[in-house]
């Protein structure tokens, strides 16, 4: 292989072209702090069932297909209770729950106010249908609602919704709202 020879004229576009240059003292790629990628927490897992209550007490009644669902936690008024029938607090979110099984709805469930809780929403709706094809016409996830709502440590009260909200198929739940700090 032979040596190209350069001739001036071309050293000096080269050097027209690059530009002032520094010499580089050493080889190690220093990185910048502004380069590094931020740390991100460790997820933990969350722990759903922490969030009820064991209840010692006898569960509540069952309930029927057209059946109207109330529920006020201990030390709230009578008057949250009819505002939220009323849907004065409005809806942050909703949940169909309808046509799952009870375990899959207690899942859902409690992955939605979960979130709801960390969203920090006041008002939500879940629809959990009438129940007309369970057997024996009991509906089975309205009266499982019933009790998961009122062991859960957030929700502060649930009414069934109105009529053009799904009526007896479906609630509105008050959930508690935690301060942001």
Known sequence: MVKKTITQEDKDLFRNTIGLIEPVNSNKILLNQKDKPKPYPKQVPVDLDAHLYKIETAEPEKVGLEDSLSYTAPGIQNNVLKKLRKGFFGLDADIDLHGLTSNTARNQLLRFLN?????????????????????????????????????????????????SAGGTGAVFVLLKVYKLT
Do not use: E, M
């Open 115 to 163: 979130t709801c809780i960390a969203s920090n929403y006041r008002c939500v709706h879940i629809v959990h249908g009438k129940g007309y094809r369970s057997t024996d016409n009991q509906p089975v996830l309205k009266n499982d609602l019933n009790l998961w709502l009122r062991q859960h440590k957030d929700v502060q009260a649930f009414c069934s919704a109105p009529q």
